[in-house]
Antibody, heavy 119, light 107 residues
Framework: QVQLVQSGTEVKKPGASVTVSCKAS????????MHWVRQAPGQGLEWMGMINPSGGSTNYAQKFQGRVTMTRDTSASTVYMELSSLRSDDTAVYYC????????????WGRGTLVTVSS | EIVLTQSPGTLSLSPGERATLSCRAS???????LAWYQQKPGQAPRLLIF???SRATGIPDRFSGSGSGTDFALTISRLEPEDFAVYYCQQYASSLTFGGGTKVQIK
């Protein structure tokens, strides 16, 4: 059964950077786009951007451009999301989510990674 | 940016009742590129519906989606105990945005 396994909880200080990983099981890594979606405590869902694991191209939400970097390691079937210049309002659960290449909805989600930004 | 407004914010119903959730877009969602997700506390969202009315794999047929243009709806024909959750709509016609969610709670 295909799963997305994310890295563990992170606690960071304001101004620092965080990198969250997401490993896809199975052999379909390059057949889907991988997205990152975050959810602040008690709030809704916010799309951050996506990466095409096949070629490495990315598309970031305007809000995060300049602060987010998404990369992949095809040999490890893993994508990474780095968010820099962290602020307290970046405290959230960060999800990776898989979607078809032609349509940007999400048919498989990771369990989420809690990132807490606090001094 | 297409803004999605979901209503009501909270829906209080009893098991067995019918639930109708609304998602209104600030501009037309071309090709009905709209999805619905269910999220339970402490869990990741789960895809229910894509392309406005197509059920995702394994989703019971009590869940149905409808609509086009700027007005979309998710209907749960008869609420089961496991259906009490928060539901989000998402458009993928122009970049990607989510609605604010509707909480379906037990009355």
């Amino acid at each position: 059964q295909v799963q997305l396994v994310q890295s563990g909880t992170e606690v960071k200080k304001p101004g620092a950077s965080v990198t969250v990983s997401c490993k896809a099981s199975g052999n379909t890594f390059t057949r889907y786009y991988m997205h990152w979606v975050r959810q602040a405590p008690g709030q809704g869902l916010e799309w951050m951007g996506m990466i095409n694991p096949s070629g490495g191209s990315t598309n970031y939400a305007q809000k995060f451009q300049g602060r987010v970097t998404m990369t992949r390691d095809t040999s490890a079937s893993t994508v990474y999301m780095e968010l820099s210049s962290l602020r307290s309002d970046d405290t959230a659960v960060y999800y990776c989510a898989r979607g078809p290449t032609a349509y940007w909805y999400f048919d498989l989600w990771g369990r989420g990674t809690l990132v807490t930004v606090s001094s | 940016e297409i803004v999605l407004t979901q209503s009501p914010g909270t829906l209080s119903l009893s098991p067995g009742e019918r639930a109708t959730l609304s998602c209104r877009a600030s501009q037309s969602v071309t090709s009905s590129y709209l999805a619905w997700y269910q999220q339970k506390p402490g869990q990741a969202p789960r895809l229910l519906i894509f392309s406005a009315s197509s059920r995702a794999t394994g989703i019971p047929d009590r869940f149905s989606g409808s609509g086009s243009g700027t007005d979309f709806a998710l209907t749960i024909s008869r609420l089961e105990p496991e259906d009490f959750a928060v539901y989000y709509c998402q458009q993928y016609a122009s970049s990607l945005t989510f609605g604010g969610g509707t909480k379906v709670q037990i009355k």
